[in-house]
């Protein structure tokens, strides 16, 4: 073993897709305050350990590159999953779908797979958001249900359904 490695700690921390963002940010933080920690000088008090300056310029500096970071892990992730609907939509199957994005963006499979899944699940909740809301207001105004189905785009018993839904939760006026 060589000095060099002899110092070395490995640390393997799994992280859900969920909220890896905020957490690469955090473990980026603590990454930096580790390094200040280690070049600290031992405090005459023992109960308070190392002692490290504080440099507000610094904290600023690496609080806005860990932002920066943070946005453009979140580009990535859109530019991902568009990426995915426009592979899957010319007729590649998921797996190859993912593979790709694994390559291009040199993510794990897992990892392009979890991401991809995620945001269209997000993304299919506020589609369905936004269908039940306006299905909801035609139906307020008094449009009839046939002619709601043909503008929101989906069945005359979804918007059935979605209606009956918003009656029992008495959502936007309606009886």
């Known amino acids: 073993m060589s000095d060099s490695t002899k110092n070395m700690i490995t640390i393997r921390i799994d992280i859900p ?53 943070r946005q453009e892990f979140k580009r990535r992730i859109v530019q991902a999953f568009r990426k995915y609907r426009r592979l899957t939509k010319s007729g590649k199957t998921e797996k190859q779908a993912f593979g790709q994005i694994a390559l291009e963006y040199d993510w794990p499979n897992s990892i392009a797979k979890d991401i991809t899944t995620s945001r269209r699940v997000k993304i299919n909740h506020y589609m369905r958001f936004r269908r039940m809301k306006t299905a909801i207001k035609m139906a307020a105004q008094g449009i009839s249900e046939p002619k709601i189905a043909k503008h929101v785009g989906v069945s005359q018993s979804t918007v059935n359904r979605m209606l009956q839904e918003a009656r029992k939760q008495k959502v936007g006026g309606l009886s």
Do not use: M, Q, Y
Request: some cysteine; charged content about 40%.
């Open 17 to 69: 897709v969920d909220v890896a963002d905020e957490t690469i940010v955090k473990l980026e933080c603590l990454a930096v305050h580790l390094k200040d920690i280690v070049n600290a000088e031992p405090s005459k008090d023992p109960s308070i350990g190392f002692v490290t300056p504080v440099d507000k310029e610094r904290e600023a500096a690496l609080a806005k590159e860990a932002d920066d970071r």
